[in-house]
């Protein structure tokens, strides 16, 4: 299944009023970080190396708002470190469904359970809760015992309460199609969460584990055996066909690394959250002065084995959305 249907409503307007006013490179999600702080250390991410004084900081929920109202993006990923522990995460929520964005709260779900009561349920407001595998697998990546059990139990009190809840799985060398179509089995059949995303891991420089992460190849293999038994068709996977076709290896797409842009306590960061080659303190300068044809596979070797959705996913999105055929495949789920 592909994205919710209002979701590629929005999407499409957006895209057709790009169009119209002949822009070139703009958002369609910007990945806020109102904080770089984290209850967890996981494998896979470094935010929480950034130093002891940058870690205390903040992001004052005006200037949250005002760096996503730049941008003009309808969707927000809001992101960290742990957003559920910065205190005023919830009015920064409020102030964004306000101005009509789409807003996703990604947490490693923690914490939900203490903060749940500060939100309220919105038809453009979903929280996308980290999950990397079944217990074992998911409890070993964000390394600490329970983690698992904890997550799964905040996101059924969160639909309970009336909230769509949605995932984000990244998968490593160490993970077989079978781990792939089991976790994605469960979050789809017994915990019948909203949608799912998936993403192959990235060599992210800072993170602890620098040993697992997937090469394209790697990648391609995963993808396609796990998605070999049709399940990609009924899984409710926030990703458009386009973009499972690539990660499974059955077509190509450039890097569209100004599609999702990343804000974070030290501004616009170059070019995309996964590389760190300095920040630009406005979006207009982040688009004007950045080399984006030096970036992408074949261009940059720290991209050489970069599928990741900050990049790729907007490229799929694009030439979805400028195609009649995949425009209706992915209304069909295709």
């Known amino acids: 299944m592909a994205m919710p249907w209002r979701q590629t409503v929005r999407l499409g307007t957006y895209l057709i009023k790009q169009k119209l006013r002949r822009k070139e490179k703009f958002p369609l999600l910007v990945e806020l970080e109102p904080l770089f702080a984290c209850n967890l250390a996981c494998a896979g991410c470094g935010k929480i190396a950034q130093p002891a004084e940058l870690l205390k900081k903040r992001m004052p929920v005006e200037q949250a708002v005002a760096a996503v109202q ?8 809001i992101a960290g470190g742990e957003p559920l522990m910065h205190p005023q995460i919830d009015e920064i929520v409020h102030q964004l469904l306000r101005h009509r964005k789409i ?6 779900a923690l914490l939900l359970p203490k903060h749940l009561h500060k939100f309220t349920p919105h038809r453009n407001f979903a929280w996308m809760v980290h999950i990397d595998g079944l217990r074992e697998r998911h409890d070993a990546s964000v390394q600490k015992e329970g983690g698992f059990e904890a997550a ?12 769509r809840v949605m995932t984000n799985t990244t998968f490593f060398n160490t993970d077989t199609p079978a ?14 969460v909203d ?17 697992h992460w997937l090469g394209v190849d790697e990648t391609r293999e995963l993808f396609r055996k796990a998605f070999a038994d049709g399940g990609r068709t009924r899984w409710r996977l926030n990703h458009s066909p386009v973009f499972l076709d690539f990660l499974a290896g059955k077509r190509d ?23 760190d080659d300095g920040y630009a303190q406005t979006y207009q300068q982040l688009i004007d002065e950045t080399d984006w044809a030096a970036f992408g596979r074949g261009n940059d070797p720290r ?3 970069c599928m990741a959705h900050c990049g790729y996913e907007p490229t799929a999105v694009i030439a979805t959305m400028g195609s009649l055929r995949e425009s209706v495949r992915a209304v069909r789920g295709g």
């Open 195 to 211: 949608n799912m995303q998936i993403s192959p891991a990235y060599a992210y420089g800072k993170a602890p584990d620098q040993e």
């Open 179 to 192: 781990d792939v179509v089991a976790i994605l089995d469960y979050l789809n059949d017994e915990i019948k």
């Open 70 to 77: 730049e941008s003009g993006a309808p969707m927000v990923s």
């Open 103 to 108: 807003v996703f709260l990604c947490t490693n």
């Open 253 to 275: 797409l450039a890097c569209t690394a100004w599609g999702i842009p990343s804000y974070s306590l030290l501004g616009w960061q170059r070019p995309c959250y996964l590389l």
């Open 152 to 163: 799964v139990a905040a996101i059924r009190q969160a639909q309970a309460a009336g909230f």
């Open 303 to 305: 991209c050489a084995n």
